[in-house]
């Protein structure tokens, strides 16, 4: 069966350290896989895509990879801040397709 | 959330009656989504339109139908509101890069209770 698997569990770091969220997915061939930001009570705001044949792209303190062979996203925010605290979306992109499969996201806790 | 509202924002309703929920941009973008959002499931796709008049079933349609008579307004109706519906709508609009990727934009979200 297809299917995207985000950590269920929050991750709950210190600030300054680096937070490394996963995207892993199932029988799914994504062109293009991207990164959403949602706050409580908002809705999730488009951060950064990467094509299936990059292998990292970079966006001032985040960077995202994506390993095609593996089936798995990994975003990264360094430095991180307690602004950085939400929750992060991975989605799907098929190739010819203007629709998006998302996962069910990480909640990232950043403590001061 | 520019260029894309909501209406109503919250909204309380009783098991059996019609709901429309509205969505509203002011980007021009060629494609608008209906999602829902639950504890656990993540956003699903409900319904989705490629242009004026021009819609398709995403994976959790049942009971739930769409319009879109102009651009700027894609329309999400409950024919006969459930609990089941009870759950947080958000709106998306998308507008192809040219480089084939379609990022999407969304609106602030509707909570429905349906009591």
């Known amino acids: 069966s297809q299917k995207i698997e985000q950590n269920s569990e929050a991750l709950n770091i210190q600030e300054g350290k680096t937070a490394t969220l996963t995207c892993n997915y199932t029988n799914y061939s994504p062109a293009y896989l991207q990164w959403y930001r949602q706050d409580p009570g908002r809705g999730p705001v488009f951060l950064l895509l990467?094509?299936?044949?990059?292998k990292e792209k970079r966006k001032e303190r985040l960077k995202v990879t994506f390993d095609t062979t593996l089936k798995q996203s990994l975003f990264h925010i360094t430095a991180s801040q307690p602004a950085d605290s939400a929750t992060y979306l991975c989605a799907l992109q098929m190739d010819s397709s203007y629709k998006l499969i998302f996962g069910s996201g990480t909640r990232l806790l950043v403590r001061p | 959330d520019a260029g894309i509202t909501q209406s109503p924002r919250h909204k309380v309703t009783e098991t059996g009656t019609p709901v429309t929920l509205r969505c509203h941009q002011t980007e021009n973008h060629r494609y608008m989504y209906w999602y829902r959002q639950d504890p656990g499931h993540g956003l699903r796709l409900i319904h989705y339109s490629y242009g004026v008049k021009d819609t398709d079933k995403g994976e959790v349609s049942d009971g739930y139908s769409v319009s879109r008579s102009k651009t700027e307004d894609f329309l999400l109706t409950l024919e006969s509101a459930t609990s089941s519906q009870t759950s947080v709508y958000f709106c998306?609009?998308?507008?192809?890069?040219?480089?084939?990727?379609?990022?999407?934009?969304f609106g602030p979200g509707t909570r429905l209770t349906v009591t």
């Open positions: 990467i094509r299936e044949n990059e």
């Open positions: 998306a609009i998308s507008e192809g890069t040219g480089f084939g990727s379609y990022e999407q934009y």
